[in-house]
């Protein structure tokens, strides 16, 4: 089973990018389960026709730690397997405990053995502030890390700092970076800030994504791009960073 | 290394010291915490808890409720417990984790103060500090909350606050009792006691004190507040033996007229080589050295693992927090006094001395808590 | 002076019939209150069970006051060491170093190395997502001659899953490694007290040829690593059922879950059961009955028309007692608990349609601050929180069943009733004492 993660600065884009990851791959044949990590619970919105599924945060403190697993977990686009972990409202408690305990309630109920996807992709909010926002890259997690960015200088330190995290933990055991994803922005000299970035933090992009269109016109219509415009130059683009990630987490997918 | 503990215990906390300091003063004081903290506190630092029905409770937080920082429920119960029993202030004491997550009890306290109409405040302490800090911002509240205003200071009227009185310091042995023996015998009287003996009502009088008398460490911040406010000076020092029980009774008198604040026990003489060494809290351990040097002529050095200000320490004092710290100061004292749960990491022939205290051994030595107020020590 | 309350609190808030209780708990969560009646066991009394063991514990010292108190008031403040957990290490993130050097450091200062340590982290360990796995990991790298024990002091996580106290009984039979299966052994695990020598459980075990074994009666380390040749793991407590289920899983056991059952035909059903297990046949009651049934005659013409009250500190079936109890003729009429057991569920649902004025207190409700305690008539108490909320010098001084099991411990509990009645106690003086049983000396 491949793990990865995906961190990347607040509205960068990493879930619209990790959706059509997701739905691309689950074209292919690949089953996905896709767990979004932010409070925001918005991160497989795109794979479920626009609905917000209720959060594991929210299920547990509803109802208790005896749910089944098939309230916790939602059946989305082409069979991605959706799980939003949920989290207090801004300003409140403490997301990354939030993150921590849904990830526990997920092994201990044997989530993973359950589903049994290929992949797992953990959509992970952007800004790594405490440990709790860790944990989808530990040992018995991600194995690769993946950051969302843009040649906007908040973006490119974000990723910076989520490249220092990844660094701090090497000898943990804990996930290596797989690469950069460029989600253009066309800012100034985006390509270079960016290649910049991958040689700080010696690692590669591995995907570049356009800035265009077709990813909003999809966003409103509640579906990824691979769903809503599946000829699209976007589309392509999608797939192909599809193939491309997977091929760094070392398995082959036709796309 | 700093921070273990290989064998000595530790001081009670923050939290436990707000609950202490305000036990007998008819508030309710909530615990923010998970279930069953507060029974550490009932059990080890509080001796009064089986005869008085003093409102203490525990907010019983939940890792849910943590995460989800759900400040509802606590006020919601907290605004319960008061309709129930119309205390008259709340004291709500944070503790680790609603300090890690950012839980703002002072406005907690405001929301519950506007649903209630009780005086209510949030304190900020953590688990992370001792008692002394607890106490501290307990009575600093209440004065700042209670005090009336409208009084001024009655210079030359012999009224007294006693600030920083709690059984973590002085058990519940006489002591309070025999300070305001004390007081009367040499010509003053208790205006209120902070807080073992006294009312609230007592405490709200508070500014017509002509001198106040801070006895720990921890009573030193209301008296710079009722200082700020009526002009009070204060002195610091518990009136142990009979000496230096003479010695504080001058500095109050002396503080009553020129109205400056004055530590009698500070300016012990430095000595290198002294022949004793006392571990506890600044304000009654440097009184105890000055009694006792008064009292029999031994040299005495203070050891202090607790939070103190500048000015309770003698030169040949020292601050000392871990037991990492407190070991090589040990080395060279012949007699050590200090709470038998200090004797494990004394060196195995020095004289050693045990003088318990409630804040660091519980309940464990209570019964030989001896009361030394204005009376021959016999210690040494 | 100190501020007095006054009045009492109403009725509704402190006390439910049976008719009108929820189950399980008849009472809502709200703030918290805690009684001085301390004879439960925690973790610390717990934890010293394991022979040649040392605990650290590794939190704030607010956190680390009780538990160091505990050890002392039990005798064993030379096995207990701390490492107190300040603001800059939250705020520098290194909790996990802290842990890690804080206990080599104790390590390196003990005067004779522990075969185990038991490393109890806090709750802001989790909060804090330490990777508690690592931590274990490296201490084990660096002291592979000592078995690190991961326990919890973690009261936050208490609707979280296995509660501190399961996880407690659990942990304690972490260390024991797995080893040849000795056919002829069998473990009672998970509880603090010994079962009575006496006991038809431990009778029938031994007097099948069977080597018994449990914690509380080993010694040494290694005589306690002999625990895991057991074929069959007993378990008593209900929080020790979860641990027992996993250890005989994790060492190829086999469990079984017999309570301490105050019901004739259960009992019997559960001696059957373990028979069976143990290839022997179980003889039936024999005369047991009419000897618990005398037993319990005797002990209520004593009490005579004492109305009884039993608490969960006592008995982990309070209300199955109470059941027992009335069916024997006592005038049972008060039940102190906060939630009524899931194995309680019966004997709560027979409460509710024939006992329906049996009232239901709870001990942690604020409002049991200021109740009064104690009226005219006196009370007989089973359970120290009984015993401080009626006000009565009439009680059983028991916790976690007493080590008792079976038409013997029915007996048993019955002369301690009979005991109870006719000779009071000093109720203030022994409630306080924390860990009964656990042969510290306190100091109250």
Redesign the interface.
């Known amino acids: 089973m491949i793990q990865l993660a995906v961190y990347g600065k607040g509205g960068i884009g990493k879930s619209t990018t990790v959706s059509n990851i997701s739905a691309a791959l689950s074209e292919a044949g690949v089953k996905v389960m896709q767990i979004g990590c932010d409070p925001k619970a918005d991160s497989t919105s795109a794979l479920l026709g626009g609905k917000k599924i209720e959060t594991v945060?929210e299920l547990?403190?509803t109802r208790?730690?005896d749910i089944p697993l098939s309230d916790i977990a939602f059946e989305g686009y082409m069979g991605v397997i959706c799980v939003e972990a949920g989290?207090?409202?801004p300003?409140?408690?403490?997301?990354?405990?939030?993150i921590?305990?849904v990830l526990e309630l997920l092994k201990?109920k044997g989530a993973y053995e359950k589903f049994a996807p290929d992949v797992v992709i953990y959509d992970v909010l952007g800004d790594v502030v405490?440990?709790?926002f860790?944990?989808p890259m530990?040992s018995g997690y991600a194995q690769k890390v993946f950051i969302v960015t843009s040649g906007e200088n908040m973006a490119i330190h974000a990723g910076a700092n989520i490249a220092v995290a990844v660094e701090n933990f090497k000898d943990?055991g804990y996930a290596s970076l797989g690469g950069i994803i460029l989600n253009r922005r066309n800012v100034k000299s985006e390509d270079e800030k960016v290649a910049e970035l991958a040689q700080d933090i010696g690692s590669k992009i591995v995907g570049v994504l356009d800035r265009s269109d077709t990813v909003q016109d999809a966003e409103e219509l509640g579906k990824t791009v691979i769903e809503a415009f599946p000829e699209s130059a976007m589309a392509g683009e999608y797939r192909a960073l599809a193939k491309a990630v997977m091929a760094e987490c070392g398995m082959e997918v036709k796309l | 290394m700093k921070q273990t503990a290989r064998i000595i215990s530790v001081y009670t906390a923050d939290v436990m010291g707000v609950a202490s300091a305000l036990f007998e003063l008819g508030g309710m004081t909530v615990m923010h915490d998970a279930s069953g903290c507060n029974s550490t506190y009932n059990t080890h630092d509080e001796p009064r808890w089986y005869d008085h029905d003093s409102l203490v409770f525990i907010s019983a937080l939940t890792?849910?409720d943590?995460?989800?920082?759900?400040?509802e429920k606590l006020i919601r119960d907290i605004t319960e417990a008061a309709e129930e029993f119309h205390p008259r202030f709340i004291a709500v004491a944070g503790t680790p984790i609603p300090m890690?997550?950012g839980t703002d009890l002072p406005a907690v306290a405001t929301e519950v103060e506007k649903r209630t109409g009780i005086p209510c405040f949030g304190l900020k302490t953590n688990s992370m500090h001792s008692y002394i800090s607890g106490v501290s911002m307990a009575f600093e509240a209440l004065a700042r909350r209670f005090c009336d205003e409208r009084l001024s200071r009655e210079k030359g009227s012999g009224r007294v606050n006693v600030l920083g009185m709690t059984p973590l310091d002085f058990s519940v042995n006489g002591s309070d009792g025999a300070i305001r023996d004390w007081l009367a015998k040499n010509g003053f009287t208790a205006n209120s006691v902070w807080a073992m003996g006294s009312t609230l009502d007592e405490l709200i009088e508070a500014g017509r004190a002509d001198v106040n008398l801070a006895v720990s460490c921890d009573g030193l911040a209301a008296a710079k507040y009722l200082k700020e406010k009526f002009g009070t000076p204060y002195v610091a020092g518990v009136p142990f033996g009979t000496g230096f029980a003479d010695t504080l009774a001058s500095a109050l008198a002396r503080a009553s007229v020129t109205g400056k604040d004055a530590v009698p026990f500070a300016a012990r003489p430095m000595e290198w080589a002294a022949e004793a060494a006392i571990i506890g809290e600044s304000v009654y351990s440097g009184s105890l050295a000055a009694a006792l040097g008064l009292e029999s002529g031994v040299s005495c050095r203070v050891i202090c693992p607790l939070e103190t200000e500048a000015g309770l320490l003698a030169e040949s004092d020292s601050e000392a927090l871990d037991e990492d710290e407190i070991i090589p100061l040990l080395g060279n004292s012949g007699a050590i006094i200090a709470d038998p749960m200090y004797r494990p990491i004394c060196p195995a022939d020095c004289r050693f001395v045990p003088l318990p205290s409630e804040a660091f051994s519980g309940r464990i030595y209570r019964k030989d808590i001896p009361n030394l107020i204005d009376r021959q020590l016999k210690l040494l | 002076m100190l501020e007095r309350l006054g009045k009492s609190p109403p009725e509704e808030l402190t006390s439910v019939p049976a008719r009108d209780a929820d189950f399980p708990s008849p009472f809502r969560s709200v703030l918290e209150y805690a009684s001085p009646a301390r004879g439960t066991w925690n973790i610390v009394h717990t934890g010293m069970l394991i022979p040649q063991s040392h605990q650290v514990f590794v939190c704030a010292e607010g956190c680390l006051r009780g538990v160091v108190l505990t050890a002392a008031e039990m005798g064993a403040i030379d096995r207990f060491s701390s490492v107190a957990i300040r603001e800059e290490n939250v705020l520098d993130?290194d909790m996990e170093e802290l842990i890690i050097d804080g206990t080599a450091d104790i390590l390196e200062k003990l005067p004779v190395r522990p075969r185990a340590v038991l490393i109890y982290t806090s709750c802001i360990h989790?909060?804090?997502?330490?990777?508690l796995p690592?931590v274990y990991r490296v201490l084990r790298q660096r002291f592979p001659d000592v078995e690190f024990v991961e326990c919890y002091m973690n009261p936050i996580m208490r609707?979280?899953?296995l509660t501190p106290d399961q996880l407690m009984r659990r942990q304690l039979y972490a260390p024991l490694k797995a080893r040849p299966i000795n056919p002829r052994a069998v473990n009672i695990v998970g509880n603090d007290l010994p079962t009575d020598d006496g006991s038809d459980l431990v009778r029938l075990i031994r007097e099948n040829g069977f080597t018994l074994r449990e914690i509380t009666r080993m010694k040494t380390y290694d005589e306690y690593q002999e625990m895991a040749e057991a074929f069959l793991h007993i378990t008593t407590y209900p929080s020790a059922r979860a641990g027992g289920e996993e250890l005989s899983r994790r060492l190829g056991g086999r469990h079984l879950y017999l309570p301490f059952a105050f019901d004739y035909d259960e009992t019997d059903a559960e001696y059957t059961v373990l028979a069976r297990e143990l290839g022997a046949v179980y003889p039936g009651s024999g005369s047991r009955r009419e000897a618990a049934d005398a037993a319990l005659e005797s002990a209520r013409r004593a009490v005579g028309s004492m109305p009884v009250a039993v608490d969960y500190t006592a008995v982990s079936r309070p209300v199955q007692l109470a059941k027992f109890l009335t069916e024997h003729g006592f005038h049972v009429t008060d039940i102190y608990l906060d939630a009524v057991p899931g194995d309680d569920k019966p004997a709560f649902d027979w409460a509710k349609e024939k006992l329906p004025e049996l009232m239901f207190h709870p001990t942690v409700h604020p409002a049991m601050r200021v109740r009064p305690r104690g009226g005219d008539t006196p009370v007989l108490a089973i359970g120290q929180k009984a015993a401080y909320f009626s006000g009565t010098d009439r009680f059983v001084n028991m916790v976690e069943d007493g080590g008792h099991h079976g038409y013997d411990g029915i007996i048993r509990l019955a002369n301690l009733i009979e005991e109870a009645a006719k000779e009071p106690k000093d109720t203030r003086s022994l409630i306080q004492v924390k860990g009964l049983g656990c042969g510290g000396g306190c100091c109250v």
Do not use: N, Q
């Not at chain 1, 300003?91 to 939030?98: D, E, K, N, S, Y």
């Not at chain 2, 943590?66 to 400040?71: K, P, Q, S, V």
């Open positions: 945060i547990i403190r208790g730690r989290g207090p409202t300003g409140l408690g403490c997301a990354g405990r939030a921590t305990a201990e405490c440990g709790g860790s944990v530990r943990r | 890792e849910m943590a995460i989800m920082g759900d400040d890690m997550i | 993130g989790h909060f804090m997502a330490c990777e690592r609707k979280s899953g």
